[in-house]
């Protein structure tokens, strides 16, 4: 116990004698210390919490590539011949990315991400929307009228922070640009 105390004393005396040495290590353990919490956050933000759904290690996502392995996306022909045909899965959703520009009657048209989704797509995962309807299974018939569910943000953030009446069904004008599932 006498050694310890002795190495303590001789270490506090070096720290106030060595400023600069002192700052060096103070600064890598910080930065150590620092790079450590950010690569966990991720890792266990991605790999180990993963989807905040249900049965979220059920989940899979088929794609179809070309030769080189680039992705193609998946055309709603297929997308119905493999729904069809499957014996194996739970249920299939249709899934491609696009980009929204939303209009309405007074701001200006605003662009935001988006997608394009088969009308299942919250039974599947699980989702409900918690204002107004989601997706009916006749909004993917062909020459059915589009459809759109709009985040609670995108639409408060649109009338000025106030969130329509739970009743009130909205019209907007919107304009999609990507891929189409029809």
Not at 27 to 32: D, P, Q, R, S, V
Not at 50 to 58: E, F, I, K, V, Y
Not at 83 to 110: K, Y
Request: hydrophobic fraction near 40%; charge should be positive; proline fraction near 6%.
């Amino acid at each position: 116990m006498k050694n310890l105390l002795q190495d303590l004393r001789f270490a506090a005396r070096r720290i106030v004698k060595d400023r600069w040495f002192t700052l060096a290590a103070v600064a890598a353990l910080a930065l150590g210390i620092g790079a450590n919490s950010a690569v966990f956050t991720l890792v266990n933000a991605v790999l180990l919490r993963g989807l905040p759904l249900d049965d979220a290690d059920r989940i899979m996502w088929i794609d179809s590539r070309d030769q080189r392995g680039r992705g193609v996306g998946v055309s709603f022909q297929d997308y119905e011949d493999w729904r069809s045909a499957s014996r194996t899965f739970g249920g299939m959703t249709l899934v491609q990315n696009g980009t929204m520009i939303i209009s309405g009657d007074e701001p200006l048209p605003e662009s935001y991400p988006g997608g394009f989704i088969s009308a299942n797509a919250f039974d599947v995962i699980g989702v409900k929307a918690q204002r107004g309807r989601g997706f009916l299974p006749e909004d993917d018939k062909e020459g059915a009228p589009p459809v759109a569910l709009i985040s609670g943000g995108i639409c408060c953030g649109r009338d000025g922070g106030r969130p329509p009446p739970p009743a009130q069904n909205r019209t907007c004008r919107f304009t999609a640009s990507g891929s189409h599932l029809g």
